[in-house]
C-alpha cells in the first residue's frame, strides 16, 4: 500500500532486539568508562595521601596524626620486648600518660611506648636521630609528636644545629616536668645522658633502658647505682638472648 516496502513481522522484532541490545551494550561501557575514571581518581587521592606523609616526615618535627594507624603488625599490642607490660602493670594500667622515647626508630618495631599510645591513650614525644627511620614512624601515623634530631651530650655543646639538640633543650620542648615513662635506646651512650638529665627537676616515674646483652658489669652498675642514688629501684629485668638485649627497668612510684 502506498508502495511502502515493510519488514516481515519476525525482522522487525530481531531489529528491535538489536537495536535494545545495542543501547543496552553503550550504556554499559559509558558507565564502566566512567567508573573507571572515578576509581582512577580515588587511586590517585589515595597515592597523594601517601606522598604526603612521605613529604610531612621531612621536617624535624612532625605532628601527630590524625589518621588511622599503618603499622605493619596491626592486631599486636605489646611491640617491646616485654616491657610494655610490664610497665604497664607497674603504673596500675594508667590512663593518659606521657611518654618520652628516645632513640624510636621507626615508631613500631620494639616501640615501648606503642602500647600506651594505642591502648591507654598516652600522648608523648618520640625523637630519632636516624631521618629514614623517622620517615617510617610518620608513615605508620603514631599520635605523638615525632622529632628527627641527634641528641648531644657534649658539655662544651652551648647552641644548638638543624641536626643536633642538647639534651637541656630537648625537655625544655618538652615543656613538662612530669614524665610517666622515659625509654632510652641510644646504642651505647645511655650511661652519659642519664647522668645529664636534672632529675631533681624531672619527675619521671619508670625510666627503662635497652642495653647489650654483653654490656659490662661496670657499665650496667655505672647506670643502676646512678639512678639508685636518685631514688629509683631496679624493677625488671629482660633479657633477650637471641636478640642480644638486655632491657631494664627502674621505677620511682
Known amino acids: 500500500m502506498f508502495g511502502r516496502k515493510f519488514l516481515p513481522q519476525s525482522s522487525q522484532r530481531r531489529l528491535k532486539k538489536f537495536i535494545f541490545l545495542m543501547i543496552l551494550v553503550t550504556t554499559l561501557f559509558v558507565v564502566m568508562v566512567t567508573a573507571g575514571m572515578y576509581g582512577l581518581s580515588l587511586l590517585d587521592s589515595s597515592m597523594s595521601l601517601v606522598k604526603a606523609d612521605i613529604v610531612e616526615s621531612k621536617p624535624r618535627i612532625a605532628i601527630p596524626s590524625d589518621g588511622d594507624y599503618r603499622l605493619e603488625s596491626p592486631l599486636k599490642s605489646d611491640f617491646s620486648r616485654g616491657q610494655s607490660k610490664i610497665i604497664d602493670d607497674l603504673l596500675g594500667s594508667q590512663k593518659d600518660g606521657f611518654f618520652v622515647e628516645l632513640g624510636a626508630g621507626d615508631g613500631e618495631t620494639n616501640s615501648v611506648s606503642l602500647f600506651f599510645e594505642r591502648e591507654r591513650n598516652w600522648g608523648g614525644v618520640l625523637v630519632e636521630a636516624n631521618e629514614s627511620k623517622h620517615r617510617q614512624a610518620v608513615g605508620k601515623r603514631r599520635k605523638s609528636l615525632m622529632w628527627n634530631f641527634r641528641l648531644r651530650m657534649d658539655e662544651d655543646m652551648t647552641t644548638d644545629t638543624k641536626d643536633d639538640i642538647r639534651l637541656e ?38 625510666i627503662t633502658v635497652e642495653l647489650q646483652n654483653t654490656v659490662s658489669k661496670e657499665r650496667y652498675m655505672a647506670i643502676t647505682d646512678y639512678l639508685t642514688s636518685r631514688g629509683y629501684t631496679v624493677a625488671h629485668h629482660l633479657i633477650n638472648t637471641m636478640l642480644g638485649k638486655k632491657d631494664v627497668v627502674y621505677t620511682k612510684l
Open 169 to 206: 633543650r630537648l625537655f625544655q620542648m618538652i615543656n613538662r616536668t612530669s614524665i610517666d615513662l622515659l625509654a632510652i635506646n641510644l646504642n651505647g651512650f645511655e650511661s652519659e645522658l642519664i647522668k645529664q638529665i636534672d632529675l631533681a627537676k624531672y619527675n619521671i616515674r619508670v
